[in-house]
């Protein structure tokens, strides 16, 4: 059975960068024809879709994060994994990692992990 | 602002068939396929309904899914108090300024 869990700092500080990991079991990120993406949602707020990498490493970014976001994949550990520079308090949110095909929407994510940003 | 527009609330009684419309553009919706995400307090979003009218292995069939041109529908018949959660819709866009998944605002399902 699939599952994907989210690692990384929960504190980051403003003007850093936000890393985090994607750790896939049940699959084989390079075995399939799925992207692997993420998604945020601030407190209180809705979902907002920052991007997605292929196993061979071709990216989709959100236009409005693409300045700051780097998604990269490493089939040898099945993970991947998001960076976010020159974080502010408005990238504060639940980050999800989520597994989705070509051109449809995120099927099976994981159980999200909270990112404060904050001196 | 959200790509797709969700009413922000929603409310039935148990028993009743409630819907939750969400209205997109012909670069979103009316191109691509529809799914609706169910979000519980304090949980990931749990995805209901795919390519427009499927259901995942799992999911009750009180729940369904329609789409016409560029406006896409969630029923839930036979509502029940578990219901209560966040309803979002969601969709591919291909849009000129880069292809993305767009997400609606959301419908807060409150069961009376």
């Known amino acids: 059975q699939l599952q994907l869990q989210e690692s990384g700092p929960g504190l980051v500080k403003p003007s850093e960068t936000l890393s985090l990991t994607c750790t896939v079991s049940g699959a084989s990120i390079s075995g399939s024809s799925y992207y692997w993406g993420w998604i945020r949602q601030p407190p209180g707020q809705g979902l907002e879709w920052i991007g997605k990498?292929?196993?061979?490493?071709?990216?989709y970014y959100s236009t409005s994060l693409k300045s700051r976001v780097t998604i990269s994949v490493d089939t040898s550990r099945n993970h991947f994994s998001l960076k976010v520079s020159s974080v502010t308090a408005a990238d504060t949110a639940v980050y999800y990692c989520a597994r989705q095909a070509l051109v449809e929407t995120p099927d099976s994510w994981g159980q999200g992990t909270l990112v404060t940003v904050s001196s | 602002q959200s790509v797709l527009t969700q009413p922000p609330s929603a409310s039935g009684t148990p028993g009743q068939r409630v819907t939750i419309s969400c209205s997109g553009s012909?670069?979103?919706?009316?191109?691509?396929?529809v799914s609706w995400y169910q979000q519980l307090p304090g949980t990931a979003p749990k995805l209901l309904i795919y390519r427009n009218t499927q259901r995942p292995s799992g999911v009750p069939d009180r729940f369904s899914g329609s789409k016409s041109g560029t406006s896409a529908s969630l029923a839930i018949s036979g509502l029940r108090s578990e219901d209560e959660a966040e309803y979002y819709c969601a969709a591919w866009d291909d849009s000129v300024r880069g292809p993305s998944v767009v997400f609606g605002g959301g419908t807060k399902l409150t069961v009376l």
């Open positions: 990498i292929y196993y061979s490493g071709s990216t």
């Open positions: 012909s670069s979103n919706i009316g191109s691509n396929y």
